[in-house]
Structure formats: structure tokens, C-alpha cells
């Protein structure tokens, strides 16, 4: 018992090691929310008309909202006026090379293990890197270019390509969908734009850096990514925040469209600031990401490594409506300290033959709170449709939550549906099977969490799997070694 | 609506006579203020999202008078087990018969009506009424604390073995079209006593009435308690039951619930485990068909270490039938080393039946054991197929699955009449 609670002062007293802070001179907006501030960022962004119009529409209907409660997390409340929505890092010309790139942008991505450079030269990724708002640097365009696929930030797309986004933009995540989705509508300033045209299967993994710079400032992104038919694209998304102690809101949007026989595999690895070990500071993490198979035969698949945040709020989900298509949630939410998550997945069943796998895997140490909270639903039409979901808990100390929400809705008899939930801790006889064989505790427990989530990080790409291995025994330093 | 309501309890106030001044009446204050301040459920209300009862009460029912209502005389013979061998009780418009009451006697057995009660143990009734179901806030619960005047108070004394079930016959007769009647027992099983209780519901006519039902249970240490309900009522009847049992230490208990007809049934099963050692059974089974909408709400509340709870609640569901399923289990951060188990099976045999599912756990202990399990679907193909090449009959075949399938909580029934009455009405919708 002793080693036990060791184990987990270790781990409670464990800091959060990407906390710095790159100096780089802001281009900000005044705080508080306004249509004037609206038509600041809309400026600032060079963007027409019909944008404008798009963004002041979902403000008006915004300040109509109210702002829900029904998440199983605690916070103060926060003060929309008190958020800078706007901050751009200064150097906004085109860059050509790294060279170009500010040396202390570089630094920041050294300290995280992923430079540019390294990416670009050996694991052939695309980095479209995203610092405080503003996509400073897009790789491997070209080659991409070449196969027609476009991916480039948001505020390029909109110049660039104007008719994808009207088209696209919203279809899924509607303007008027949740009062964070609303807001983002409003008020985001980049993100990524990805469209990978008829019949081309992307020849590498697309990825971006989200990364949170200078104080106060709301994060607001927006992601459209477009498989046209016969498509497929792997997507990488990840994060990692400086230490700071006032808290930071996130409200991003995540679209994904999949035409008849497309494929999108979204994964991301998010390790936010989660607050210090008393629960002081820390990202609040709302996000609304969903994709929809629109298409028959379609597949969206996404896979997410939750360890940081103060505050995660997230349903990546999956609408089913073309016959045959697929959708998967596959996620491991790691909670520690005071941190609350309340994360799963939503699947829609509509089209005939469509098929959803859920599997979800929730650790809650410390002092912090983990919800799964999802909903599947078999629409009346939907013949034939299939999901299993499983949710399973691990609890690590006495003072943690693990809580477990699925809404089960259907409406037609043809459908199989299947749903499981255990929750417990790691067994003390698996730990003594370990020890027996002369593992010590430590490893044992690293072993067996490794063990529990593996099927989950087995679905990560090669170059996030490692990355995302490192960040959950980093999150559960002491205990998972 | 509330405005009603208020106005009914002034005039069931002038009704009460002297009795407006005993305790019992400051609870029915007490949840006035609260029900006064909420009302109904409303449509976003999260525990009553599937089943709007709220709005479909207020449209068809009327509150202004929920005032005692008039005796019925009651046709014992025309009621379902008159002649079973148990102590009948006979339970009409909410109104305890009290003739059939008195020829009860059985060693270490109580049951009074609530006033008599009222006179007689009035430490009990201090003790426990409203005890358990003010807490839970529930909109219709405190409606039954506020109205309810007449009740079944049961009370097993000390170690006492009780030779036959307790039969609770609830009926309703609409005499008033329209009627609303709440009913309210209030059970104490004391500790090392062994009782089983039946509550059977039925209606004499198909005819429209809403009934209200709370039970309040405390079941001391290290007694045992088998509690059924039959659910019989016909397919007009609005019925909202309940039931709140709290369990002492070592003390067992098994719940089970069938329902088989009602035009809306809604069941809040609420079981707190209030010291270590408890064993909890909760098994239930719907089969509902034409428009029956059956709503099963169940909470488990582990509060002490070395509990155990395990539930099976299995639903087939016909026509354009709808049922819910909500079932929580919360494990508190003191109730280490708990089990808690949960599964909820339904099969769909038509395309127009719907089914809304939300197992629930909330854990705040990491030493334990938990888990829940959903399925919902239809008959297995493969063994439909298995069974036919063999010669069987589709229709059979589809019996037989469909038996196999209830049967695991049919054999759970331990009193013979119970078990032969529920199996004989599962063989005829069934087949």
C-alpha cells in the first residue's frame, strides 16, 4: 500500500514539461467580443463579402444562446468578454523555405521533439503549422499540389478556393449547431483546409500542429476537410500548450465530408496545458468535431489520445448516411490532478448497412473526473445496422471518477447493437502475476496500462503512436513509468 | 396547472379536519413548496426525455380536484389470485378496503392503513414517511406525498418468518372519468425478518385513469425481502410508481418487476445501500405491444463497502410499442470493494417499436468491480435457421427463441402462482 500511495504522490506531483513560452511579437485584437471586433478579424483576414456575412450571422444567432450546463465538468464561468479573439504572430509573408521560418518558432518546435525539419526530411509528413491562429508555414504543398490535393490554412482556402468552402463549409457542422460550434462560426481565425479530389489516395499523412501562444488569447480553429469519391487521407492533429495560470478557452471546429467509396482517418494526439497539480490554469478544451458519410460505402474514422486540458468537451462523431458507409471511434482519455473530461462519440445511423465501432478507454487518476458520454442511434430506415461500443474505466487512487453516459436510441428491428462498460481497477492479482515474474510494481502498472489501451494506439499512425505512448506515461509519470 | 393544483390542496386541507396539524401534513407542505416550484417535468427535463408524461398529463387529466375520492365496492372474485394462498389486501382508487383488511393475522405481522398507522406507530411513521422520497425531488412522487391520504403500512416485526406472501391487489375503476388516484405504502421489514410482498395492478375498465404509486421500504439488517410487481393494468392506463427501498446492513433484497400492459408505465426503482454487506437483485421484463410505452428508471446507490448489486431487466417489444431504459449505478468514494453488475437486453420485432437505452455508471471508489451491458436487436438469424432445418415451424421456432429468451428471468420467480400466471401470459403473446 505504501509503494502504492508513493506511486501516486509521483504522479500527482509530476509537472507539466512542455510549459515555455515563445517570445514572438502579437498582433492582437482588443478583448471582448462585438460585431465590430467580427469585422476587425474579418479585415485583418482579408476575407470577402459573403464571409463577413457568414461570420455576423452566426454572432446574432450566438448571442441568443445560452451557454449549457449539462456536461459532466465544474468550472468557473467564463466571461466571453474577457477573450482576446484575435493574435496573429507579426511575420505574415509567404514563406518558401525554413529558413524563412522565425528561429524562435523553430526553437519551440525543437523543445517539442518535432522540428520541421525533422518531419519534412525523414517521416515525409506535411506540416501545416499552426501558431496561435495563423498558419505561418505550409510544407510539402507542392508535392501535394501535384495530385491536385489541396491542404492550406483556412484563410488561403477562402481566398483561393472560394467555392469549395461555400460549398463545404457548414454542411456538417452547421452554423447554428451548439453554442460553442456557433461562436467558433463567428469568430475563428484559421484552421486547415484539406480537399483530396476524385479517385487520389493521399501518398502521406497530413498533419497539423495546433499550438496555444501568448496570453489570453481564445483559440478558434476551424478544419474542412473534403474527400471527394474514391478518396482516402490520413489526418494527424496535435497539440501541446505553454504553462500559464488563467484559463484558456479552445472552441474549435472540426468538418469532415466523405463522398461515395472516400476514407478520412482523423487522429489526434491533444496534450493542452492541464492545469497545475492543485487545478490552477489550464486549456478549456469545448470542441465539436464530426464527420459525415455522405456517400455509400464511405468510412470516417477517428482516433483520439486525450491527455491533456483543464477541461476536455468533445463527441467526435460519425452520420451515417450513405449505405454501406462505416464510422469508428477509437479513443483513450487520460485524466490526472484536476482535470475533467467528458468525451465519447455520437453515431447516426441513416443509410442501409452501416456499421460504427466504439471503443473507448478512460483512465482517471488523481483527483480528476472522467465521463464517456455518447449516443448511437438507429434511425427508422437505417436496415441493418450494426455498432458495438465498448467503454471501459481504470481507475488509479481513491479520490478519481470514472463516469459512463450512453444514450442507446432505436428505431428499427433489424439493427444489432451491442454495448459494454466495465469499470475497475488494475487488479491486484495481475499485479501479482508481475511481480511473481519479477516485475516490479511500477513497470507492472505501466505494463498493464500500456496493455489496456494498446488497442486503441495500435489504430495511431506510426509517428503518433510513439509520440502518443510518450505522452500517456508522461501524464501518468511515477505510476506508468 | 400549478395554480390548480394549489387550489386542490386548500380544498383537501378543509377535507382533512383535524388532521391538519400532525406531522405527516408538514411533510405534505413541505413537498407542496418543492412540487410548486417546478411542476411537471417539462420536455427538456433530462430524466423524463423519452417519456413526456408531463405534457400528456396536463392535456388529458384534470388536477383541480385530487381530493379523496369516493369507495368503490369491490368484486373480489373478478380480481386476479383472489384465490391464491397469500394475505390479501384490497387496494381500490387508492382507497384501502378495510373489511377484507381485518381478517389478517399472521404472527409478527402488522399492516394497518397509514391513518391507523398514524394513531398506532407513530414513531414509524415520523421516522420514515417522506423520508426517502422527498429526496429524490421527483415531480410525481411529491405530487403522491401531497395528495396521498390513504395508505398500506406493513410492518414485520423482529425476526419474524412470514409463511405466506403479503398480495397487494390495486385496482382502479373510473368513475370520475378521468380520475387520478394516488396510493402509498409504507413497508418496514425489521431486522432478521423474512417477507415477500406482491403488488398486483389491474383495472376492472378499459377506461382512462392515471395512477400514482409510492412505496417507501426499510429493510433492517440481515432480513430478507422479495418484493414483486405485476404490471396488468389495461391499455388506457397512465401509471407512475415509485418506489424507494433502503437497506441496512447484510440485508437482502430482490426486486422484480413485470409489466405487461399499460398505456404509459413509467418505474423509478430507487434502492439505496445504506451500510456494508448488502445483496441487491433487481430483474425485470417487459413485453409491450400495440401502443404500450414503458419506461424502466432504476438507481443502485452504493454508499458502503462490500455491496453487491446485480440487475437483468429484458424487454421484447411488439408493434409500435416503446420502452426506456435508464439504469444508474453510483458507486460513493466510501463503497470500496463493491460489485455492481448491470444488463438490459431487448429484442425489436417490428420495424415501428423503438427502443431508448442509457445505462449509466458513476464511480467515485477505484477498488471495485463494475459493468454494464446493452444489447438490442432481433432474433438471431443463425439459430432461427438452425432450428428450421430441423423441421420446426418458423413460428415455433420464433416462440421457442423468444421463451429462451425471457425464461432467465421467469425462473427467478420463486412463488408458484406468480411464476405460472406471468409464464402462461408470456406463452400467449409469445406464440
Redesign the interface.
Known amino acids: 500500500m505504501s509503494k502504492d500511495n508513493q506511486i501516486l504522490e509521483e504522479l500527482t506531483s509530476s509537472e507539466y514539461k512542455y510549459g515555455f513560452e515563445t517570445l514572438i511579437e502579437n498582433d492582437s485584437a482588443p478583448k471582448g467580443i462585438n460585431e465590430d471586433i467580427i469585422r476587425f478579424i474579418s479585415a485583418k483576414k482579408e476575407e470577402p463579402e459573403w464571409m463577413l456575412e457568414l461570420r455576423l450571422k452566426a454572432y446574432r444567432h450566438w448571442i441568443t444562446l445560452e451557454e449549457p450546463t ?1 456536461p459532466n465538468v465544474h468550472y468557473p464561468k467564463i466571461n466571453f468578454q474577457d477573450i482576446i479573439y484575435y493574435s496573429a504572430p507579426k511575420p505574415r509573408k509567404e514563406l518558401q523555405s525554413l529558413d524563412e521560418v522565425d528561429p524562435e518558432l523553430l526553437e519551440t518546435f525543437k523543445k517539442l521533439g518535432i522540428s520541421l525539419e525533422e518531419q519534412k526530411r525523414l517521416s515525409g509528413v506535411a506540416v501545416d503549422a499552426v501558431i496561435d491562429s495563423v498558419s505561418v508555414k505550409t510544407t510539402f504543398k507542392k508535392t501535394l499540389g501535384e495530385l491536385g490535393i489541396i491542404f492550406c490554412s483556412f484563410s488561403e482556402a477562402v481566398r483561393e478556393h472560394p467555392d469549395l468552402i461555400k460549398k463545404y463549409l457548414g454542411s456538417v457542422v452547421p452554423m447554428t449547431d451548439n453554442y460553442y460550434a456557433t461562436l467558433n462560426s463567428a469568430v475563428f481565425t484559421d484552421g486547415s483546409f484539406c480537399y483530396i479530389p476524385k479517385g487520389v489516395r493521399c501518398p502521406m499523412e497530413l498533419s497539423t500542429y495546433f499550438r496555444i501562444n501568448a496570453s489570453g488569447t481564445g483559440q478558434f480553429e476551424r478544419t474542412l476537410i473534403v474527400a471527394d469519391e474514391g478518396s482516402y487521407v490520413s489526418y494527424l492533429e496535435g497539440c501541446t500548450a505553454p504553462q500559464r495560470d488563467e484559463n484558456q478557452l479552445h472552441a474549435a471546429v472540426v468538418e469532415i465530408y466523405t463522398e461515395t467509396n472516400a476514407e478520412v482517418k482523423y487522429s489526434t494526439v491533444q496534450n493542452w496545458y492541464p492545469g497545475s497539480k492543485e487545478g490552477k490554469g489550464g486549456i478549456y478544451n469545448f470542441v465539436t468535431k464530426r464527420g459525415l458519410c455522405k456517400g455509400n460505402n464511405s468510412k470516417i474514422s477517428w482516433t483520439q489520445v486525450e491527455t491533456g486540458s483543464a477541461i476536455t468537451w468533445k463527441y467526435p462523431s460519425c452520420i451515417l448516411k450513405g449505405d454501406n458507409s462505416v464510422g469508428e471511434f477509437y479513443s483513450v482519455a487520460v485524466t490526472n490532478n484536476y482535470q475533467q473530461a467528458d468525451t465519447g462519440s455520437k453515431m447516426i445511423h441513416l443509410g442501409k448497412n452501416t456499421n460504427s465501432t466504439i471503443i473507448s478507454k478512460g483512465i482517471s487518476a488523481g483527483k480528476s473526473q472522467n465521463s464517456y458520454r455518447g449516443l448511437v442511434k438507429i434511425h ?1 430506415r437505417a436496415e441493418n445496422a450494426r455498432n458495438f461500443s465498448q467503454c471501459d ?1 481504470l ?31 488494475i487488479g491486484e492479482d495481475q499485479i501479482f502475476y508481475c511481480n511473481q515474474r519479477g516485475i516490479d510494481t511500477e513497470n507492472a502498472v505501466a505494463l498493464i496500462v500500456n496493455g489496456y489501451a494498446k488497442e486503441v494506439l495500435n489504430k495511431l499512425p506510426m509517428e503518433f503512436a510513439v509520440e502518443a505512448q510518450k505522452l500517456l506515461a508522461l501524464t501518468l509519470e511515477g505510476s506508468v513509468g | 396547472m400549478i395554480d390548480q393544483l394549489i387550489d386542490s390542496f386548500k380544498k383537501f386541507e378543509l377535507q382533512l379536519n383535524g388532521a391538519s396539524k400532525n406531522s405527516w401534513h408538514q411533510i405534505r407542505k413541505k413537498a407542496m413548496e418543492s412540487f410548486s416550484e417546478k411542476g411537471l417535468p417539462k420536455a427538456k427535463n ?1 430524466e423524463y426525455r423519452y417519456t413526456q408524461l408531463g405534457r400528456i398529463l396536463d392535456k388529458k387529466f384534470q388536477f383541480s380536484d385530487l381530493s379523496m375520492v369516493g369507495r368503490d365496492s369491490i368484486h373480489g372474485e373478478n380480481i386476479l389470485f383472489h384465490d391464491a394462498d397469500a394475505y390479501h389486501i384490497y387496494i381500490n382508487n387508492g382507497i384501502v378496503d378495510k373489511e377484507i383488511n381485518s381478517s389478517l393475522i399472521a404472527n409478527g405481522l402488522i399492516i394497518l392503513t397509514l391513518q391507523e398507522a398514524l394513531g398506532k406507530y407513530p414513531k414509524d411513521i415520523e421516522a420514515h414517511l417522506g423520508n426517502y422520497s422527498n429526496k429524490n425531488n421527483d415531480a410525481f412522487a411529491e405530487l403522491n406525498t401531497i395528495f396521498s391520504y390513504e395508505g398500506v403500512f406493513i410492518k414485520v416485526e423482529k425476526n419474524a418468518n412470514i409463511d405466506k406472501p403479503i398480495l397487494l391487489h390495486y385496482s382502479g375503476t373510473d368513475h370520475l372519468n378521468q380520475s387520478i388516484y394516488q396510493s402509498r405504502n409504507l413497508i418496514i421489514v425489521e431486522s432478521g425478518a423474512q417477507v415477500e410482498i406482491i403488488e398486483s395492478y389491474s383495472s376492472f375498465e378499459k377506461e382512462e385513469y392515471f395512477s400514482n404509486h409510492v412505496s417507501e421500504i426499510v429493510v433492517e439488517a440481515n432480513a430478507h425481502f422479495n418484493y414483486y410487481k405485476l404490471q396488468n393494468q389495461s391499455n388506457k392506463t397512465y401509471h407512475v410508481d415509485n418506489t424507494y427501498i433502503a437497506q441496512e446492513k447484510d440485508s437482502v433484497v430482490t426486486s422484480y418487476i413485470f409489466t405487461l400492459e399499460g398505456k404509459i408505465i413509467r418505474n423509478n426503482l430507487n434502492f439505496a445501500l445504506e451500510d456494508q454487506n448488502c445483496e441487491t437483485h433487481l430483474f425485470g421484463l417487459y413485453v409491450a405491444h400495440g401502443d404500450n410505452h414503458i419506461d424502466n428508471h432504476t438507481v443502485v446507490n452504493h454508499k458502503f463497502a462490500n455491496c453487491f448489486s446485480n440487475q437483468i431487466y429484458k424487454g421484447i417489444l411488439d408493434d409500435t410499442a416503446k420502452a426506456v431504459f435508464n439504469g444508474k449505478i453510483f458507486v460513493q ?1 466510501d463503497a ?1 470493494k463493491t460489485n455492481a453488475f448491470q444488463s438490459n437486453k ?1 429484442i ?31 432474433l438471431d438469424e443463425e439459430q432461427l435457421f438452425y432450428l428450421r432445418s430441423r423441421g420446426i415451424s418458423k413460428s415455433s421456432a420464433r416462440g421457442m427463441l423468444l421463451h429462451a429468451f425471457v425464461d432467465d428471468v421467469l425462473d427467478k420467480i420463486k412463488i408458484d402462482f406468480l411464476h405460472d400466471f406471468v409464464a402462461n401470459e408470456m406463452n400467449n403473446r409469445l406464440d
Do not use: R
Open positions: 449539462w427508422k474505466s481507475l488509479m487512487g481513491d479520490k478519481c471518477g470514472a463516469h459512463t453516459f450512453p444514450y442507446i436510441e432505436i428505431d428499427n428491428s433489424s439493427a444489432k447493437v451491442e454495448h459494454e462498460a466495465t469499470t475497475s481497477k | 433530462e468514494p470500496q431487448n425489436l420485432l417490428t420495424d415501428t417499436a423503438s427502443m431508448n437505452s442509457k445505462p449509466q455508471l458513476e464511480i467515485w471508489a477505484d477498488d471495485v468491480k463494475c459493468s454494464h451491458g446493452c444489447t438490442t436487436g432481433q
